[in-house]
């Protein structure tokens, strides 16, 4: 009944018609209860346009395929390579030719922790969201 | 039926998470203020550990097996309950959530589109792993008491974490290997007079007649829990509420009847005006709560607790009851009712170790009714929207940017605000991996 606050005169024929603006974390977050968004560090992504200090968004909901980027556990730790299935045997590679594409033994297993799904990059140079105290 | 959905050791599982090195390994969560341990690990369990041991006490054995200890962090806890929830949203026609671990599930006419529940429990309990990373146990049963029967044993067969009372016959195995204190609603000293009777499991209680625990266990209390133990459903559901973008969910409205705020020092405080400082940010806080929930408050109170250690000549927690003449969720009222209390309550002198408010005798916000004297209706509306406009700011920077000027402490000659005499200790509190922009989860 109040909705529409003008003090006097015609309320505004829009009013009803109007959309709401773009929200980037319907984007992001296509399945907003399983991605995490996680900061990169270090440089073993770059040839996939994953700088050190982008942010990822990672979805564990989805299944990793040949060719995803993941995070994967190694030895206790989390790391962000691309998979690829070679020869049936996964391998967790790198996109920077100075780390050397890791071979998942059997008895190493593969544990996937999600899928990253997008990256955001900031050209400010300070990284993104940074700039939020 | 019902679902009770429970995760497992759920504040250490949380910060498994995001620190996967830990998997296997012993790992303890502080309560607040680093006292005690809240949530163990099952390695940590099988240590000896018990829950609530304080921790100056068991601090040589956690070092001897190199126990990971971490002091709470509620903001990832929460946002973890949060999703846990969100995906048990798409299980069910409605969730009522129990606790912060803990969600009922609303399961009626599931047998229709799941008819074997065994299976849909463990597509549940796998897509929570695989969503959110938090392992849980699942009860299903035919009312609420029994679900959560249900759950109590399907927590001690780790592999399946599924346990389902479809038949009578079910329910009444599983009430037999129930020890009557465990039943939900009996409480320690319910548990004690029905030992006295040799009345020792659920199903020795199940087994008396209906009027015997109406008349024995508290009324119509007791009635009810004799029918929910037959598979008839008498406690009320009480769904949680999407927010309209389907993101939040907020309790549903019958189950709040009071809102809180308390904590304990970081060290025993007697100072007026450091006292003041606390109560009138919890003041602030729970009314935020409040508004949140769109309720207002009546009944304001104040606690004061003193060390539970030390025998003093009072009780070791000491309260003050303000009564507002209007139900109101206006910051600044809260706040001058709460500082009211706080001088009647506090005794000069006295070191105190805990404080909180209490805001009850809530009822929904805008059906207030105006008192003779109250505010005209005008003013009570600009005050509600400038309320609105706190909240958005202070919600949009992640922290208290607008604050009443009784909440704010001391600052430095730098003009920043000093870290507040009366924070509690956490000393080793985990990142706020997915609420902090500054404690972002890190991948290599």
């Known amino acids: ?133 | 039926m019902y679902a009770l959905v429970d995760c497992n050791n759920f504040y250490v599982s949380c910060e498994r998470v995001f620190a996967p090195q830990l998997e296997g390994r012993p790992v303890v969560v502080l309560s607040n203020n680093d006292g005690c341990l809240i949530s163990r690990s099952d390695e940590a369990k099988a240590l000896g550990l018990k829950m609530g041991e304080p921790y100056h006490l068991v601090r040589p054995l956690l070092e001897q097996h190199q126990v990971r200890v971490f002091s709470s962090n509620y903001a990832l806890y929460g946002d973890m309950s949060r999703r846990v929830v969100q995906v048990l949203g798409t299980f069910a026609a409605g969730v009522e959530v129990y606790s912060i671990d803990e969600a009922f599930l609303d399961f009626r006419g599931m047998n229709l589109l799941a008819p074997d529940l065994m299976k849909y429990g463990r597509e549940l309990r796998e897509t929570v792993i695989k969503h959110t990373g938090i392992p849980v146990c699942v009860g299903i049963g035919p009312t609420k008491t029994l679900a959560k029967l249900a759950n109590r044993l399907a927590r001690r067969q780790r592999t399946t974490g599924v346990l389902v009372l479809a038949t009578p016959a079910e329910c009444e195995a599983a009430l037999a290997q129930t020890a009557v204190a465990d039943v939900w609603g009996i409480g320690r000293r319910y548990a004690r007079k029905l030992l006295e009777m040799n009345i020792d499991t659920g199903a020795a209680l199940a087994a008396l007649p209906e009027p015997w625990l109406r008349r024995h266990l508290g009324g119509v209390v007791g009635q009810r829990l004799w029918r929910e133990l037959h598979g008839q459903p008498c406690l009320d559901w009480n769904p949680a509420e999407w927010d309209d973008d389907g993101t939040q969910l907020s309790p549903g409205p019958a189950s709040r009847h009071s809102v809180t705020c308390t904590r304990s020092f970081g060290r025993p405080q007697h100072e007026a005006a450091v006292l003041a400082e606390a109560v009138a940010t919890f003041a602030a806080k729970a009314a935020v709560k409040l508004r949140r929930h769109g309720l207002a408050a009546h009944l304001v109170t104040v606690i004061l607790g003193t060390d539970r250690y030390v025998p003093t000549a009072g009780p070791a927690t000491r309260t003050a009851v303000v009564n507002l003449p209007d139900a109101t969720s206006d910051t600044a009222v809260l706040t001058q009712a709460a500082l009211r209390g706080l001088r009647q309550l506090a005794r000069p002198g006295v070191a105190y170790h805990r404080a909180g408010i209490l805001l009850s005798g809530l009822e929904p916000m805008g059906q207030v009714q105006l008192g003779l004297f109250s505010a005209p209706a005008a003013d009570q509306q600009r005050r509600q929207q400038l309320m609105t406009t706190l909240d958005a700011l202070n919600n949009r920077y992640g922290r208290p940017l607008v604050q009443l000027a009784a909440a704010v402490g001391v600052k430095s000659s730098a003009g920043q605000p000093l870290a507040p005499a009366w924070v509690g200790r956490s000393a080793h509190r985990s990142p706020r991996y997915t609420t902090g922009w500054n404690e972002l989860w890190t991948v290599h």
Not at chain 1, 77 to 98: C, F, I, S
Not at chain 1, 114 to 133: E, K, M, P, Q, Y
Request: charge should be neutral; proline fraction near 10%; include cysteine.
């Open chain 1, 1 to 133: 009944m109040f909705s529409c606050p003008v003090p006097a005169g015609f309320p505004s024929p829009a009013d009803d018609q109007l959309d709401a603006p773009f929200d980037l974390t319907q984007l992001l977050f296509r399945n907003p209860a399983s991605t995490f968004l996680a900061r990169v560090s270090g440089d073993s992504m770059t040839g996939a346009g994953i700088q050190p200090g982008d942010l990822v968004a990672v979805d564990r909901a989805l299944r990793p395929g040949h060719g995803s980027i993941v995070v994967a556990v190694v030895e206790g730790e989390h790391t962000l390579k691309r998979l690829q299935l070679r020869a049936g045997q996964p391998w967790l590679v790198a996109e920077n030719p100075r780390y050397p594409p890791l071979p998942v033994s059997r008895d190493m297993g593969l544990v996937v922790w999600g899928v990253v799904t997008h990256v955001i990059h900031s050209l400010s140079g300070n990284g993104t969201g940074a700039g939020r105290r």
